[in-house]
C-alpha cells in the first residue's frame, strides 16, 4: 500500500481500532487533541462520557495525515456536532499520567494538545456511540465527577477564569 492508501484506510476504519485488531488491549501510543469550548458568559462545554459517567472536554485521538486542528474539529464535529472556528493552544499534555487504561481494558499513552474556543456554531447533538450529555458549566460550577485525565485541564481553566476575575 501506498501511504495515501494507508491513511484513506485508517480514516475510513479508524486508525485504533485497527491496531487493536492487532495489539488486542496491550498498550499503544496515539497523540491526543481535546478543545476547551468557551461560550459567551464564559461557561465551558463538558460532555459526560458514555463509557465511564464522567464529566470531560471534548476530544480523541488523531488519524493518520491530520493536523492537530484537523483532528480536533472532526472530533468536536462527531461528538458534539459543533462546528469550532479559531483556536488559541491551552496546553502540551505529556507524561507517565497520559497512560490511560480504559474500562474495556485498553491501554493507551496519549501525549497530546488541548486547545481553547470561544468561536463554534451549529446545534449540540450527543455522539449515542461516546456521550451521554452535553453541557455548559460555570467556573465555579462545575461537577464533581471530572474525567480523570481531564480534571487536571479543567480546573487550570477555571483557575483561570477565576483569577481573571480578581482581576
Not at 461557561?43 to 493536523?67: C, F, H, P, V, Y
Not at 505529556?94 to 480504559?102: A, L, M, T, V
Request: glycine share 10%.
Amino acid at each position: 500500500m501506498t501511504i495515501d492508501e494507508y491513511i484513506e484506510y485508517y480514516r475510513e476504519k479508524g486508525y485504533i481500532m485497527a491496531m487493536r485488531e492487532h495489539v488486542g488491549h496491550a498498550p499503544i501510543m496515539s497523540c491526543a487533541c481535546g478543545v476547551i469550548i468557551e461560550n459567551s458568559n464564559g461557561e465551558i462545554l463538558l460532555q459526560k462520557r458514555r463509557d465511564n459517567g464522567r464529566w470531560a472536554i471534548i476530544g480523541g485521538s488523531m488519524e493518520m495525515g491530520e493536523t492537530f486542528e484537523e483532528a480536533v474539529k472532526r472530533e468536536a464535529k462527531e461528538e458534539s456536532g459543533l462546528i469550532l472556528g479559531k483556536l488559541e493552544m491551552f496546553k502540551l499534555l505529556s507524561g507517565r499520567d497520559r497512560i490511560i487504561e480504559y474500562p474495556n481494558g485498553d491501554v493507551t499513552f496519549g501525549p497530546g494538545i488541548v486547545f481553547l474556543t470561544k468561536e463554534f456554531s451549529g446545534e449540540i447533538v450527543n455522539d449515542p456511540e461516546e456521550v451521554m450529555e452535553h453541557r455548559f458549566f460555570k467556573h465555579t460550577e462545575l461537577p464533581a465527577d471530572l474525567n480523570k485525565f481531564d480534571s487536571d485541564i479543567i480546573l487550570e481553566w477555571a483557575a483561570g477564569k477565576e483569577k481573571a476575575k480578581r482581576g
